[in-house]
Each structure stands twice: as C-alpha cells, then as structure tokens.
C-alpha cells in the first residue's frame, strides 16, 4: 500500500512539474516573440563562443552553413537561465526545405548568465521536431533533457524553438523517489522489528508451553514410578485464547497420563509383591520335596525279595533304594532335578523382585580382579572344550614406562563398592552364556581395564554370534535363544536380566555386541562399574 501511494504521489508530482514547466515554456516563447518583432528593448548580449569550436577571436560560418551567432529573442527580459532558443530561417510551416538551404542560430543561458552557441551536434537533436502546438521532451547532447515548444512566426515565417531545462524538475523528482524510497525502507524496518517483537511477545506463552512439553518428553516413563507434575501456568493460559486451549488440552493430557502411570505402577508393585510372596511361599514346600527325594535316594542298602517257589527260577529280584524299582527310581531321581531346578527359579524370581522394588544393595569394597580369576577357573572346569583366557590388563604397568619405572610399578586395586555375591552372579552368568551357546573349540577371553572412574570387564568369544531376532531382546525377561517348550539346557531366560538388574542397582551399565558374518563373527558382553575411591 506504501508503495503505490509513493508511486502516485511521485506521477503527480512528475505531472504537475511538466504542466508548470511547460506553462514557463509558452512564457518564454512570448517573450522571444515580442523580442524578435521589436515589442521589447534589446540588452547587450555576452556571447561565449561554443568550447567545441576554435577561439581564434574570428567566427567563420562553417561548412554546414549553420549561423551559430545567439538568436535575437534569447536576450528577452525575463528568460531564466537554462532557456533555450533556436531559430531556423527560411521553413515555412509544413514546408521541406533541405537542411543545407536553411539559416540556424541557437544559443542558451547558461548558469553564470552569459550566452552559449549551440553546436552542430546539439542543434541536430532540434531539426526535425515538428509543430504541434504543445510542449515535448527532447534529449539534447551535453546539455540534457529539454521541455521544449516548436512554433512558426507568422510575419517572417521562420521555426522558433523555445525550451527549458527539466534538470531541475527531474532532480526534485528523483529526491522524491529517494525520499520516498528510504521512508519505504524505514518503514519496512521499523515494522519488521515491531512485528518480530510483537509475534515474539504473542508467542512466548506459546513456547513456554512448547518446553513444559519437551521437559515431560524428557522423563522416563517406561519404568519405576514415575509422577509428572509438569503443568503449563495459570498466568499462560489467561494470555490468550488461541494458548488457552492448547495450554487446557496439555494440561488435561498430562492429568490422564500421570493417573495412567500411577495405575501402571500400582500394578507392577502389586504383581512384584504377588511374584515375591508367591515365590517366598514356594520355598518351602521344595525344600521339602528335595529334602525328603535326598533321603529316600540315600536309603540304607538294596532289599532282596526272597527267593523259593514264589520266584520264577528261584532267582532273586533286584530293586531300587528302599525297595524301590528302577522306574520308580528313575521317577524320584527326576522329582529331585526338577525340585533343583524349580529351586534355582523360584530364587531368580525373589531377587528380580527385590531388585525391583529399588531396595539398596549392601555396600562393601569388592576385589573385581579375584571374583574373574575364580569365575574363569570354574568355567574352564565346566566347558574343558571351550578355551578360557583372562587378561588382567589393569595390573599391567602402563606402556612408555622404563624398566626400573616398572619394577616399582604398583597397580590400583579394582575395587567397586557392592555385593559381591551378585556382582560374582553377574560374570558367572556370562562365561555361562558364551559356554551354552557357543560350540566347542570356542575362544572366551575376560578383561578388565580401568577408564577413567570406571572399571571396565568384557567377556568376548569367537562363537557364531545372536541372531538379529534375538539381539533385541537378549535382556527382555524369559526369553530364550531357543523358542522351543524344551528345557535341555534348564535355562529359564533370566540369567541377562538378572545381570542387568545387578549391574544397574551398582550404578553400572551392561551392553552386548555381536556379529554373525562370517570374516568378524563373535560376541562382546561388557560391564561398565564406577570404581571405588581407595586410599
């Protein structure tokens, strides 16, 4: 809108200056005409010869046979710098005379107020203008933009040509589109800052619902118990209508999710304390089916059936403890693995259970380094087929160091504060993972380094790596690398849980990575343990 009312009031200016001018242009004509019929007294003219022509103090006509001396008429009183005026003898209105037959003189004031001669060059541009009655605009060599009116004299029938300059008026209108243009830009500034102030200012109700938002998208909310008390304020909601709504909705979301997690939690709690107290339960009647399979497996002796008639052949019948026979021994030897089994589980479920409830576990300093060396050495006496490695490199003296420097090397404990009883658990898990799953023949190397704050422990082997269904849910509880409903290997699916709920409650992190191609395949199981601080 700006624009086109600049541009309208810039042609209205333009038209005004053209109409002022050329009413000063039909003024000047008068005067050259009541100048060149004597109606006016003449002034002594102070000719300044053309810069284009040679001053030798003589003025030859030249070989075009144009007059250059000042027409009578430029001299009139009243004619303002600028005015121009030509007079070309000899051409009647409407008439063709050659260019060579006719007489010219033009001249024009200049700034200083002396007189000019026209060149050749420049009278060329007025020639072939023709009578119209009305001023036009011509462009004249060196001089510029004229306004200029053609008319015949009607005594001596010659060609007038009468005109100012439009410097002036074309200077004004270019300030005017200046001005014009820097109040344009102005403006634009002004109102694109005003505008980003006054959007920024609308909306910042808005962002700050934005970040109650993120900070909510922030919380995990997959697990333990978890309360959102995040809410947009009363102060964002009454900003605007358009953030009142959006602020309510938000609000009203988190509400029903806060009450969806709380229900979650109640839920997991009460199922947690139904698997503790039903696992605690169970306890005790399998103590009691192992307790009393043992017994009846220790039974004193075989019993002999007699033999006599009442056995074919007279031959005796051999029987299982306390008489028992091989069936039913082969019955009660299976009561008391699967009672062995049961027992393992139903321990598993109560320690998931307490680890769960977020129960603290006991702090004391535990040795890393002798927990690998005698978990290695009961895996090598559990999997002879495997090969078992254990690489204590943080008993190592660091590389670059002299020989006496070496010597007098001590290492710094691998300490951690925990139960060592679970953390023993945990690598005991692993070395029996990779020596299930794993063919015989298979490399497991155990490290542990020391970074930074954290101690470091990775049980790697060379086997044919976890598939990609299974490397999702390798610590997802009861699942098994086998789908299958047998349990020949009596896994229950607990045990990298159960390892990374341990690892976890000592403030650790366990991770797994795994390949199956065939250039790089293996598996890399690694336990991260913030170390203790020892003297």
């Not at 806060?258 to 306890?283: K, N």
């Not at 307490?354 to 300093?365: F, I």
């Not at 990575?513 to 343990?529: I, K, M, Q």
Request: hydrophobic fraction near 40%; proline fraction near 4%; aromatic fraction near 2%.
């Amino acid at each position: 809108m700006a624009a086109v009312i600049g541009a309208i009031s810039t042609l209205s200016l333009r038209n005004g200056l053209i109409e002022r001018l050329d009413s000063q242009v039909r003024a000047a004509a008068n005067r050259v005409e009541f100048r060149r019929h004597g109606d006016v007294p003449e002034q002594t003219l102070e000719v300044v010869p053309n810069e284009d022509e040679a001053d030798n103090g003589t003025r030859s006509t030249p070989p075009d046979h144009h007059d250059h001396s000042v027409p009578k008429g430029l001299d009139a009183v009243g004619q303002r710098a600028g005015t121009l005026t030509a007079v070309i003898a000899g051409e009647q209105a409407g008439g063709s005379t050659p260019a060579t037959s006719r007489a010219i003189t033009a001249g024009y004031i200049r700034d200083d107020g002396t007189y000019r001669a026209l060149s050749a060059a420049e009278v060329s541009s007025l020639l072939d203008l023709k009578d119209t009655g009305k001023p036009v605009s011509v462009r004249i060599d060196s001089l510029g933009v004229y306004r200029v009116l053609v008319e015949h004299d009607s005594r001596t029938g010659d060609k007038v040509i009468t005109g100012l300059s439009m410097e002036e008026d074309n200077d004004l209108v270019r300030g005017q589109i200046l001005f014009l243009g820097l109040i344009a830009l102005a403006g634009a500034a002004i109102a694109a800052f005003s505008g980003r102030a006054l959007v920024r200012s609308s909306l910042a109700p808005l962002e700050r619902v934005a970040c109650t938002a993120q900070r909510v998208a922030s919380l995990p909310l997959d697990r333990g118990e978890v309360s959102i008390d995040e809410r947009v304020d009363d102060a964002d909601l009454a900003t605007s209508q358009e953030v009142s709504q959006v602020g309510g909705a938000l609000n009203t979301l988190l509400g029903h999710v806060d009450s969806a997690l709380a229900a979650r939690q109640r839920s997991e709690t009460q199922v947690r304390q139904f698997v503790a107290d039903a696992s605690h339960e169970l306890r005790t009647p399998l103590a009691s089916i192992r307790g009393y399979t043992e017994l009846i497996r220790r039974g004193s002796g075989e019993r002999e059936h007699p033999g006599g008639t009442g056995a074919p052949g007279g031959a005796s019948q051999a029987a299982g403890p306390l008489g028992l026979s091989e069936e039913a021994s082969y019955a009660l030897d299976r009561v008391h693995s699967e009672s062995l089994r049961m027992t393992a589980l139903v321990e598993d479920l109560l320690l998931l259970a307490r680890l769960d409830s977020g129960r603290p576990v006991a702090r004391e300093e535990v040795d890393l380094v002798g927990i690998l060396v005698d978990a290695v050495a009961d895996a090598r006496a559990a999997g002879p087929d495997h090969e078992w490695s254990l690489d204590l490199a943080i008993l190592n003296p660091p590389e670059g160091m002299s020989e006496d420097e070496a010597e007098d090397f001590e290492p710094t404990p691998a300490i951690v504060e925990g139960e060592e009883a679970r953390l023993r658990q945990v690598i005991v898990n692993l070395l029996a993972n990779a020596r299930v799953h794993t063919p015989a023949g298979t490399r497991v190397t155990t490290t542990l380094e020391r970074d930074g704050k954290r101690l470091v422990i990775r049980v790697a082997d060379n086997g044919p790596g976890i598939e990609e269904s299974m490397r999702d849910r390798i610590f997802v509880r009861f699942a098994r690398g086998d789908a299958s409903r047998e349990r020949s290997t009596g896994s229950t699916g607990l045990g990298m849980s159960i390892a990374l709920a341990i690892v976890a409650s000592h403030g650790g992190a366990l991770t797994v990575e795994t390949s199956t191609e065939e250039a790089d395949h293996g598996t890399v199981f690694t336990v991260e343990l913030p170390a203790a601080d020892v003297e």
